[in-house]
């Protein structure tokens, strides 16, 4: 019921920037946790910044500084706004949510997106 869309990824020199956008469609959830993860080659899913129900985002310690993420008023769309970016952060990134039926099931659950790819290369 739930589908999250990524877009944005693509190749860019080291210092460069971009943004990534991903597009919730569904309402069949409220959603109370969205944000970014990321997989590097040969490397296991790392959490890069996710955004708290209470306002508050947690990030990366390798990415603090450097991105931002953002959503809107209905946790429809996110972004995330990558600076400065760096070889090391070449990943496939997925969008994430958690959220809760709107029938009244207080269990959460999962949604991930497909994934955008960004290579940082010279």
């Known amino acids: 019921q739930v589908q999250l869309v990524e877009s944005g990824g693509e190749a860019v020199q080291p210092g460069g920037s971009l943004r990534l956008s991903c597009v919730r469609s569904?309402?069949?959830?409220?959603?109370?946790?969205m944000g970014w993860y990321r997989q590097a080659p040969g490397k296991q899913r790392e959490l890069v910044a996710i955004?708290?129900?209470?306002?508050?985002?947690v990030y990366s310690d390798s990415v603090k500084g450097r991105f931002a993420a953002s959503k809107d008023r209905a946790w429809t769309t996110v972004n995330l706004q990558m600076n400065n970016l760096r070889p090391d952060d070449t990943a496939i990134y997925y969008c994430?949510?958690?959220?809760?039926?709107?029938?009244?099931?207080?269990?959460?659950?999962?949604?991930w997106g497909r994934g955008t790819q960004v290579t940082v290369s010279s």
């Open positions: 994430y949510a958690r959220g809760v039926p709107e029938s009244g099931t207080t269990r959460g659950q999962d949604f």
């Open positions: 569904g309402n069949m959830f409220s959603m109370y946790e």
């Open positions: 955004m708290k129900s209470a306002g508050n985002v």
